[in-house]
């Protein structure tokens, strides 16, 4: 090609797109026409002063005359970008559409690349970047690019897995979505084409879906209550949403189609066949997408002026959400990005029914079951950037869609709360905590363990660590005093003369003396032995045994004269960390310990949690130990407190990456063996280097098994506190004829369920062993049935 005519049509292109300055570089010609072909290939269908149509036929003009030359470059984009940015789909169809309408065998090979691309993001796990690509070859159909009786008979394959005997049903789930998914964009056209292979195709959809086992639906969903909006299983909406469609003639007014201004160009092409395509066989290792929940909390009844919001079984609704998903995730990182490109990809709809299904999709998101698709402060940083840019609408829908929250918090999910609570007070925060509290007065006439009183009182602990005591005081109408937290003051039993009474008094003086005039561990730990150990009989000579008051006395002194800040804490830790270690050398101590933690800062939960944190950090503490404190009788009066279960969730994952940390050292020690080896084979001698890697490999092998034992040791911990809480429950109100449905039990059962869906991936190592030794058959239905969802997850 011409390099005059590539770079004038390069330049007549971007004029069309958005103002951009390339920056100078110094740089071969070839390298820099890739690049800003690539440029242009990525942004055609963004804001321009030209039509798509016209942007869309200036740049196939372009990649025809260059194929000759960047052919291999083009294809490797065009495969990208129908993986990566899903929101354009039918844009990039069109665009092979005309290429293939120009050049027959350029099309020939975009569909064998889009093929092996499927079956390498198949093999690598890449299940949602699948779906995209399946989806994108449907719509090559309509652009008159792929034969729709193969495209049917690539779905035909793909229902045909729901045949196969002893795999797992969530890898059935996915090939049945995939094809149900695809449906919106080409249902039409394969009707028209295939319709009897099109009704047996559903049929056996259909067949399939009424015998699948729905036991893990209770476990994800956001609320229990069917009511005001149904929780739908999310295989059970599309089925709905796809046969309303049939119904409708597989007419959807949502989907641009910008291929439909080329037909007469489109329609004079020839089309190719798609390759047989087999889908991969099971393999154990495979991670298939986990069942959802479809979220719904807005319907036509909420957004009253304008357009009627799409039904919840209408198909446009499906390709809405579908869309502003997969704009979240191409611009998550980006929030402003984010947002401008949402206004501009929905600019056919009006702005309520645009906020409201907005705001749906980004806390349908947040409060996704077992995790959200992205770290929970992206969906506060997105809900924040659009209230700024749309002061006079988005504030109020967003406040309405807050206050509907609350009103539903009673049959609300414990972790969906937990992650309103942190969004809610984080939102706050950035909004100088207005908010109009006494709508919310409701919750004062209620007991302060029922959810919404726990939940504002929450909002301000959590608010108050984004600020500070006097500013929440402030803020709250005087009628919440009962909800604002304590102040958060260190609390040290011996503090003044009028604590002289107490056993320990004298020695905490001596105690806080020594550290203040630095002196040695030595020289401390001599002081401690004079203090009188309450467990020690007079006549017992062994001195050895635990000693609680030691423990008190010593932790109690060096956290007050810490107690200034986090640092200055953290500093102490480290400082005696061997007299800490010292004395909790004993189960009995690493309890103690914890327990003296919380009775000084019970009013700062943050500091507790940051201590806890730092003392299984320095291995003050065990992960174990700190799941036997959480569930002490101690601690029963915190039970349903939020911190206690971000200690809890924190220490799971401090045990769970010293695993994954250990276990990486030792493949990496072995992969650098096998080298050593395969050196060895060509000649060159290093006997004595793999020695050293053998003898390193035997030790950090046995450091794994030591560290998984510990791991498998702390969940069989929590799951038997749980089941012993959980029965003591179940007995009682048995035993006194009242209902088990309490707010302790529904919040216990969650936090139960919360245990397993965040840590499922390391918990499925050891099914085996809960099987056999906590969650058997004789277990009360109402426990074992929380277990048995879960096995369902991934059934």
């Known amino acids: 090609m011409c390099c005059s005519f590539f770079c004038a049509s390069l330049y007549a292109l971007s004029r069309h797109s958005h103002t951009h300055t390339w920056p100078r570089r110094r740089t071969s010609e070839p390298i820099e026409i890739e690049d800003r072909l690539e440029s242009l290939i990525c942004r055609v269908g963004e804001k321009s002063t030209s039509s798509l149509e016209s942007n869309l036929e200036g740049l196939a003009g372009v990649l025809e005359a260059d194929l000759p030359n960047y052919k291999n470059k083009i294809l490797r984009i065009l495969c990208s970008v129908a993986r990566l940015l899903p929101e354009k789909l039918t844009v990039y169809t069109t665009l092979v559409g005309l290429l293939n309408a120009r050049n027959y065998n350029f099309g020939g090979e975009f569909v064998e690349a889009m093929i092996r691309q499927l079956k390498e993001t198949l093999k690598n796990n890449l299940y949602n970047e699948a779906v995209y690509l399946v989806r994108f070859l449907s719509d090559l159909v309509n652009c008159h690019v792929i034969a729709a009786p193969s495209m049917v008979a690539m779905f035909e394959n793909f229902v045909s897995v729901t045949q196969e005997e002893d795999v797992p049903q969530v890898r059935s789930d996915w090939f049945v979505y995939v094809v149900l998914s695809c449906l919106p964009w080409v249902g039409k056209e394969l009707y028209e084409k295939k319709d009897v292979e099109m009704d047996r195709l559903l049929s056996q959809i259909e067949g399939y879906l009424k015998r699948r086992v729905k036991t893990h639906v209770p476990m994800l969903q956001v609320w229990t209550a069917e009511k005001p909006h149904p929780q739908e299983e999310y295989l059970d909406c599309l089925w709905a949403q796809v046969q ?14 910008p291929y439909i201004a080329f037909d007469s160009v489109l329609c004079e092409a020839l089309q190719h066949n798609l390759p047989p395509f087999t889908p991969p066989g099971h393999m154990p290792d495979a991670q298939y997408p986990m069942p959802r929940v479809i979220f719904r909390m807005f319907d036509y009844t909420d957004a009253p002026e304008g357009p009627v919001m799409p039904g919840s079984h209408s198909v446009e609704r499906y ?10 995730k191409t611009h998550w990182k980006e929030r402003k990005t984010c947002y401008s490109v949402i206004q501009e990809k929905t600019r056919s709809l009006s702005t309520i029914t645009l906020v409201t ?21 992206m969906y506060t940083t997105l809900l924040i950037e659009l209230c700024k840019l749309q002061p006079g609408s988005l504030p109020q829908v967003l406040a309405q869609a807050t206050e509907m929250l609350y009103m539903r918090l009673d049959t ?27 709508d919310w007065s409701d919750c004062l006439t209620q ?52 604590s002289a009474s107490l056993p320990g008094y004298p020695v905490s003086i001596t105690v806080g003396n020594a550290i203040k005039n630095r002196a040695s561990n030595e020289e401390i730990l001599a002081i401690l032995k004079e203090v009188p150990n309450p467990n020690q009989e007079d006549d017992d000579d062994e001195g050895e045994s635990f000693n609680p008051l030691k423990i008190d006395v010593f932790l109690q002194t060096l956290l007050h004269l810490a107690a200034k800040s986090f640092s200055h804490s953290f500093s102490a830790l480290g400082k005696f960390h061997e007299i800490l270690k010292t004395l909790t050398d004993s189960d009995d101590g690493k309890l103690h310990i914890l327990k003296v933690v919380y009775e000084v800062w019970r009013n700062h939960p943050q500091m507790i949690a940051v201590l806890v944190d730092k003392m299984i950090r320095t291995q003050i503490v065990d992960c174990a130990a700190v799941a036997n404190w959480l569930f002490s009788q101690d601690m029963a009066h915190e039970f349903t407190r939020l911190f206690i279960w971000e200690i809890l969730h924190s220490t799971i994952r401090k045990m769970n990456k010293h695993v994954q940390k250990i276990q990486k050292e030792l493949e990496e020690a072995k992969d650098k063996l096998e080298k050593q080896q395969h050196k060895r084979v060509t000649g060159n001698d290093f006997e004595d280097e793999e020695g050293q890697l053998e003898e390193q490999i035997e030790r950090l092998q046995e450091k794994v098994e030591s560290a998984q034992s510990e791991q498998k040791n702390l969940f069989l911990v929590i799951f038997q506190r749980f089941i012993m809480l959980l029965t003591e429950h179940l ?11 309490t707010p302790w039990y529904k919040n216990c059962i969650e936090r139960l369920q919360q245990v397993f869906l965040m840590h499922h991936g390391t918990i499925q190592q050891y099914m085996g062993t809960l099987e056999n030794l906590l969650f058997t058959a004789e277990l009360d239905h109402h426990i074992l049935a929380v277990y048995q969802q879960f096995c369902a997850l991934q059934l």
């Open 244 to 257: 309303k469609l049939k119904k409708d003639r597989w007419q959807e007014r949502h989907i641009l189609r």
């Open 319 to 328: 390709v809405i959400e579908e869309n502003l998903q997969c704009i979240i």
């Open 357 to 377: 299904d907005l705001f749906q999709v980004i806390f349908g998101e947040l409060f996704q079951l077992p995790l959200p698709p992205h770290i929970d402060v």
């Open 412 to 438: 609300m999910n414990t972790t969906c709360i937990d992650r309103f609570i942190n969004w809610f007070s984080h939102h706050l925060s950035n909004f100088q905590f207005r908010w109009s509290w006494d």
């Open 447 to 498: 007991d302060l363990e029922m959810p919404k009183p726990k939940f504002v009182k929450e909002v301000l602990e959590k608010s108050m660590r984004l600020s500070y005591h006097q500013r929440i005081v402030d803020i709250v109408p005087a009628t919440f005093s009962a909800l604002i937290p304590a102040e958060p003051l260190f609390s040290y039993k011996y503090e003044d003369e009028s």
């Open 731 to 741: 007995v009682r109100c048995e035993t006194g004829s009242v209902d088990i449905t």
